[in-house]
Every structure is written in C-alpha cells, then in structure tokens.
C-alpha cells in the first residue's frame, strides 16, 4: 500500500495549500470592507460552535461510509464552494454573508477532514508503516502550512478574492483526483450496519470501557487549544506592546520549522521510545518551555523557544496519532477522534475566553504562565496514568 502514498500525499499536498490560502483570504477580504471585526469574530465564533455540535455526528459517518470516498467528496465540496464565490466575484454578486458562508463550509470540512485523514492512515496502511506515513503527512502539512503562510503575507496584497478563489477551486479539485486515485483497502464491516443513532449512543460506551486510557489521550490533546490560544494570545501581546508584526510572522515561521524537523526525525524518534513516554516527555516538555517563555518574555526568547515548542508539539500529535493507529479499533476510529475533538474544542474555547479576560485587565503576559501550568499539570496528571500501567494497562479492553 506504500506505492499509493505518493498520491495520497498529493492530495493532503493540495488540500492544504487550497485550505491555507482561502481561509487566510476569507477574514482578510472581510476585514477590508471596514468596521468588521466584530462580524469576522462572530463567524469564527459561529463555526467553533457548530463544528463542536456536529461533531458527534460527523464521527459517526466516519466509522459508517467509505473513509476515501468522504476524503473526495470534501474536495469537491470545497471546490465547488470556491468556484461559487468565483463567480460571485467575477459577477459582482458576492456580498460579506457569501464569504462567511464560505468560511464557515471550509471550517467544517476541514475538520471532518482532519479526523477521516487519521482514520484513513489507520485503516489503509499496515502498523509497521504507520510512523512513516505520518511523518511524510506532517512534513507535508508543515510544508503547506509554511508556504501558505509566507505567500499569503504577499499575496494578500497583490490578489482579490478572483485570484484566490480560482487557485482554491483548482487545487481542491487536484485534491480530489489524487485521493480517487489512491488505492483503498477498506476494512469497515460491509454488512449491515447498525442504526445510525444506535451507533451515535454507543460512542459514550467506547470511552466508558477505559476510561484511564482516554483521559491519557485526552490530556495530551490540550497541546492543540495550547497553541491555537498561542496563535490568538501572542499577537494581542504584540500589538499592546507594539512590537512589530514581522514578529509574529516569524513567531509561526518557527513553530513550523520546528514541526517540519519532527517529521523528519519521528520514524527514528518512535522506533527508540514508547508513545506514552513521547507524549508525556513532549507535554511535560511544552510546559516548561512555556514558563520559560513566561519568565523572559521577549520577542526573540518567543521565537527562538518555539522552535522546540512546535518540535515537541507535533512529537506528541503524531506519538498520540500512532498509539491510536495501534491500539483502537478501526471500527470505532471516527466516534474516538470525535470525542477528543470535542474536549479540544471545549478547551480552545475556554482559552479565547481567557485571553478576552486577561486582555480587558490588561495583564495579557500572565496569560503564557497560566498556559504554563495548564500544560504542565496535564503532563503530570499523564505520568500518574503512566505510572500505573503496572497495574492497569493504558490500552483498550
């Protein structure tokens, strides 16, 4: 099944740079229009809510249909969406509430991705590839992540939304060609399926059966609305300091820089530890270089710091990515990714209230110690549940 990585890297390849450059678009071009940030903020907020009720229910569909044909089918979805704000452009019939619209159908087609893509790696490919593959997708995704990034702050004041929506609705459709073309072995059960709500209820049963080993994964999933907070906390303290914004482009340059060298080193890096110890070390890690960065918080120890931040950040996706690949059924896959995903949501929401919070009482920079101690508490409360894998197993009955 290795022969077929190369397409399907093709397509994460081109869905990334499709996703990356229009959601980068969308609030820039709506911003434009003057007086709208409290407008970009509610969408934004209005895709974090919706996307953590239909979660439950888009898990559900991952574990009962074709996870390639989901994979597909969201890349026409997004290529269509791109092409209809094209031609909106090209009319001059586009309005703010299109781009909103827009936003909102990449925002949760984009999540539904994130989790299918997991449960595809797991399904398709065999347990001695697993690390391989995951590595190559996170070099990829760093990659587009990067270039996305850098050719936006150009871009964005070169092109209108024509350029953009034109380069989206190509790349998401080269996107979905690739994924066609990608050999499938699928394992899901091809008889009849249970009822679609009888198997919703019995997500709440999947994580009653080990209950130690799912709050392991979930604590080590705290480090996504770590730096998604990182991602809104450090501009606000940018701007309250006027420090420039070259800083903070640099802030994301390293963050990726530092994850594109995890997935060049983790296939070594898994073979010589265990996933637990990965993600407990890497967590335990991210706390303390966060009370680093609290301690001396300045522009060029932010930078610098992130750099290994973001190394032992994605070490930690990818080791709590690979212990799922290895230790859960393929079956259940979606409903599990869905339950993490909505306790990570539930956290990146809570964070965007702190940083309103401390913003308002003008003590933003406590927000990177009070970060610190979240993460390092997480971590602690890992090696406890580490600690007792002598006597009970952290793998699923």
């Known amino acids: 099944m290795?022969?077929?990585t190369v397409t399907y890297l093709t397509g994460r390849f081109f869905d990334g740079i499709s996703s990356g450059m229009f959601m980068l678009a969308l609030p820039w071009v709506m911003l434009s229009q003057g007086d709208m940030g409290v407008f970009v903020?509610?969408?934004?907020?209005?895709?974090?809510?919706?996307?953590?009720?239909?979660?439950?229910?888009?898990?559900?569909?991952?574990?009962?249909?074709?996870?390639?044909?989901?994979?597909?089918?969201?890349q026409i979805i997004q290529s269509s969406t791109?092409?209809?704000?094209?031609?909106?452009?090209?009319?001059?019939?586009?309005?703010?509430?299109?781009?909103?619209?827009?936003?909102?159908?990449?925002?949760?087609?984009?999540?539904?991705?994130?989790?299918?893509?997991?449960?595809?790696?797991q399904e398709n490919y065999d347990k001695t590839d697993y690390a391989k593959v995951t590595g190559q997708q996170e070099v990829v995704m760093q990659l587009t992540t990067l270039?996305?990034?850098?050719?936006?702050?150009?871009?964005?004041?070169?092109w209108s939304m024509r350029e953009f929506a034109l380069l989206a609705t190509l790349a998401s459709g080269i996107a979905a060609v690739s994924y066609q073309l990608t050999p499938y072995r699928r394992q899901l059960m091809t008889h009849r399926p249970q009822a679609f709500f009888r198997q919703l209820s019995d997500s709440r049963q999947i994580f009653a059966r080990q209950p130690a080993f799912y709050l392991f994964l979930a604590l080590s999933?705290?480090?996504?609305?770590?730096?998604?907070?990182?991602?809104?906390?450090?501009?606000?303290?940018?701007?309250?300091?006027?420090?420039?914004?070259?800083?903070?482009?640099?802030?994301?340059?390293?963050?990726?820089?530092?994850?594109?060298?995890?997935?060049l080193l983790v296939t070594r890096l898994l073979t010589r530890i265990s996933h637990e110890k990965a993600m407990t070390g890497s967590v335990i890690i991210i706390g303390g270089l966060l009370m680093v960065i609290s301690v001396w918080l300045t522009p060029e120890v932010l930078v610098s710091v992130?750099?290994?931040?973001?190394?032992?950040?994605?070490?930690?996706?990818?080791?709590?990515?690979?212990?799922?690949?290895?230790?859960?059924?393929?079956?259940?896959?979606?409903?599990i990714e869905g339950g993490l995903k909505l306790f990570s949501v539930l956290s990146q929401g809570l964070s965007f209230v702190l940083i309103a919070v401390l913003s308002s009482l003008q003590i933003t920079e406590l927000g990177f110690a009070i970060m610190a101690v979240i993460i390092l508490l997480a971590g602690l409360g890992m090696q406890m549940l580490y600690q007792r894998q002598a006597h009970v197993h952290l793998t699923p009955a």
């Open 2 to 4: 290795m022969s077929g």
């Open 41 to 74: 903020a509610t969408v934004s907020l209005v895709c974090t809510a919706l996307s953590f009720f239909a979660t439950p229910f888009t898990a559900t569909l991952i574990d009962r249909h074709s996870r390639k044909a989901i994979l597909v089918t969201i």
């Open 82 to 121: 791109a092409l209809a704000v094209l031609v909106a452009f090209l009319f001059q019939a586009d309005s703010i509430w299109l781009l909103a619209l827009a936003q909102l159908i990449f925002w949760l087609t984009n999540d539904i991705a994130w989790s299918t893509n997991n449960a595809f790696t």
């Open 147 to 158: 270039g996305a990034g850098a050719a936006g702050i150009v871009l964005l004041s070169l």
């Open 221 to 263: 999933c705290l480090t996504y609305p770590m730096l998604s907070y990182l991602a809104k906390l450090v501009p606000v303290y940018f701007s309250e300091q006027h420090i420039s914004g070259s800083w903070f482009a640099s802030w994301s340059l390293s963050y990726g820089i530092g994850a594109l060298i995890t997935g």
């Open 306 to 335: 992130t750099v290994i931040l973001g190394f032992f950040n994605a070490l930690n996706r990818i080791a709590r990515t690979n212990k799922l690949n290895h230790e859960v059924s393929v079956h259940e896959r979606g409903r």
